[in-house]
């Protein structure tokens, strides 16, 4: 398989802000918002919690789709980079990743 330079640098830019735009959102809604509105074992309080900031719930919401898509953009350029060495190995690999995302979708 012959090697594209220009395609392979974009992918690896792509990667890098993929990673870093999924790192932040990722630390945003488990630091931030499950903090400050999840209580461990008292259901009714993190209920209560949800009602009151509804606004930072739903931007909770909004951040883990934002995660999943930069997610998916991740592994199809992971994949670009990496099918010049093994290109089964490479798609395998991303339809992993891929399981993971649909099922942290769920």
Same mark, same amino acid.
């Given at each position: #398989? ?11 830019? %792509?990667? /890098? %802000?993929? &990673?870093?735009?999924? #790192?932040? #959102? $990722?630390?945003?809604?488990? =630091? &931030? +918002? @499950? /903090? =400050? !509105? !999840? +209580? =461990? /074992?008292? *259901? !009714? ?12 719930? @739903?931007? =909770? %919401? $909004? ?11 991740? +592994?199809? *350029? ?8 093994? @290109? &089964? +190995? *490479?798609?395998?690999? $991303? !339809?992993? @990743?891929?399981? *993971?995302?649909?099922?942290?979708? #769920?």
């Amino acid at each position: #398989m012959q090697i594209d330079a220009n395609a392979q640098q974009k992918a690896a830019k %792509i990667v /890098g %802000i993929a &990673y870093l735009f999924a #790192m932040a #959102m $990722g630390i945003f809604t488990e =630091s &931030y +918002v @499950r /903090g =400050s !509105l !999840l +209580v =461990s /074992g008292d *259901a !009714l309080a993190t209920a209560q919690n949800i009602l009151a900031h509804q606004t930072l719930f @739903r931007w =909770s %919401i $909004g951040a883990e789709l934002l995660t999943f898509i930069s997610d998916t953009t991740l +592994v199809a *350029a992971l994949v670009t980079i990496l099918a010049p060495v093994n @290109r &089964y +190995v *490479a798609l395998y690999a $991303g !339809l992993l @990743r891929m399981v *993971a995302v649909a099922i942290c979708v #769920m």
